[in-house]
């Protein structure tokens, strides 16, 4: 495979999120935090923001670095949300986490800038977006006024509805390659300081393409930029091992180990106790990772 010249990056292990600075000097661990209305809304607000608190504290316990807040799911045949409504989910729940939880390290997920900045000025820290500013055009520009915001920047085509139909690639390592080459210039012309990148499984792949991408995690690393994995109990893993999401944790602690060791530096999560198994097993054999 001949890997394409990419625009130079110093290399960037640090992470400024709003004067807290994380050093990604080994794997770190993203607990997932889904705000929907048959979660969140249950009850009353007070119950529902408490069970968050309460899950978010577990989650840190256990031993994530990150707390990822989302209030729109991306799942296929998910239900439109509103803008409005995705900050009457989202901005609740930061302003309580970060109010209790005030060493907590918050990302918004979102591909909103609008969202993005309610979140930030709300107490979050890192902004996390599936489309890397392709679903709204403000998204960029925002993210580089508000300074030191760690951006997340994820591959995908099309929407969660349509991806399935964009699934053709030359190359699927090397396009995703490619697409970073621009979307990290993009990113850094807009002011952006810190930025990660997630190849998006699961997100306008095949099965086989899902995995090829994995196999070859490993020349992501030539960007020079932390590498963030988001797999924990997706398709990809459920397909091969002919379970459910609800059986799919010890697949997910496999591939979890593969990603590791291919030079993921976050891996965004369900269950924080077994990722933080991977990560220590992991540097228990190789040392640092």
Same mark, same amino acid.
């Given at each position: ?62 031993? &994530? ?30 302003e309580?986490?970060? $109010? ?5 390290i ?8 609008k ?11 890192? /902004? ?6 392709? *679903?709204? &055009? *403000? ?12 951006? /997340? ?20 390592t ?8 621009? @979307? ?6 807009a002011? =952006?300081?810190?930025?990660? /990148? ?28 932390? /590498? ?5 109990? @997706?398709?990809? =893993?459920?397909?091969v ?29 369900? *269950?924080? $106790? ?16």
């Amino acid at each position: 495979m001949d890997i394409p010249k990419l625009q130079a990056h110093n290399t960037k292990l640090s992470l400024n999120c709003r004067g807290k600075l994380l050093v990604l000097s080994q794997p770190a661990v993203m607990g997932i935090l889904n705000i929907t209305p048959d979660s969140f809304f249950e009850g009353s607000r007070m119950q529902a923001l408490d069970e968050l608190l309460n899950k978010a504290e577990s989650m840190i316990a256990q031993g &994530a670095t990150f707390i990822d807040i989302g209030g729109y799911s991306t799942r296929p045949g998910a239900a439109e949300v509103s803008i409005d409504e995705e900050i009457n989910r989202v901005v609740p729940a930061v302003e309580h986490l970060h $109010k209790y939880l005030p060493d907590a390290i918050l990302s918004i997920d979102t591909f909103r800038a609008k969202v993005a900045k309610y979140a930030i000025d709300a107490g979050a820290h890192i /902004i996390n977006d599936i489309s890397s500013g392709e *679903d709204d &055009a *403000d998204m960029l520009t925002t993210v580089g006024q508000l300074g030191f915001v760690p951006y /997340i920047m994820m591959h995908k085509r099309g929407t969660p509805k349509t991806m399935h139909q964009h699934t053709q690639y030359d190359d699927v390592t090397l396009d995703v390659l490619e697409y970073f080459n621009q @979307k990290v210039a993009a990113a850094k012309q807009a002011g =952006i300081v810190d930025l990660v /990148i997630d190849p998006g499984f699961g997100f306008a792949k095949t099965l086989e393409q899902n995995y090829e991408l994995l196999k070859n995690l490993h020349h992501f690393n030539i960007t020079e930029l932390p /590498i963030l994995v988001g797999i924990s109990r @997706k398709k990809m =893993i459920q397909n091969v091992t002919n379970t459910d999401a609800a059986g799919a944790l010890n697949g997910t602690s496999v591939v979890h180990t593969i990603a590791l060791l291919n030079g993921a530096k976050i891996l965004r999560v369900h *269950d924080v $106790k077994e990722a933080m198994e991977c990560i220590n097993i992991v540097k228990a054999t190789y040392g640092n990772i």
